[in-house]
């Protein structure tokens, strides 16, 4: 899929009730995403609108999304997520 035409939707575990978030700026590319260690935002692995592959921070509440790594020329990432403790991004 490569429309640029993601929403995430949040389920609360307490209400069962969805949310959904378009991110901004939106994604070309997203293949996998697991929540920060903050709780408050998703790590992203994907593509933006600009062409840029890497890995990225969505607020969980507003969608807006920010590139935390830039994947290089010669460089591949693989995956995005966090440690089992939640307190490091890989």
């Known amino acids: 899929?490569?429309?640029?035409?993601?929403?995430?939707?949040?389920?609360?575990?307490?209400?069962?009730?969805?949310?959904?978030i378009s991110p901004a700026p939106e994604f070309g590319l997203l293949n996998?995403?697991?929540?920060?260690?903050d709780g408050l935002s998703l790590i992203v692995k994907?593509?933006?609108?600009?062409?840029?592959?890497g890995i990225f921070r969505v607020d969980a509440q507003t969608g807006r999304s920010s590139i935390l790594v830039r994947q290089g020329e010669r460089e591949t990432v693989v995956f995005a997520?966090?440690?089992p403790d939640r307190k490091k991004v890989y």
């Open 32 to 37: 996998s995403l697991d929540w920060a260690p």
């Open 1 to 20: 899929m490569d429309t640029g035409d993601f929403v995430i939707a949040i389920r609360s575990l307490e209400t069962g009730e969805v949310r959904e």
């Open 46 to 53: 994907g593509r933006d609108q600009k062409g840029r592959y």
């Open 81 to 83: 997520g966090t440690s």
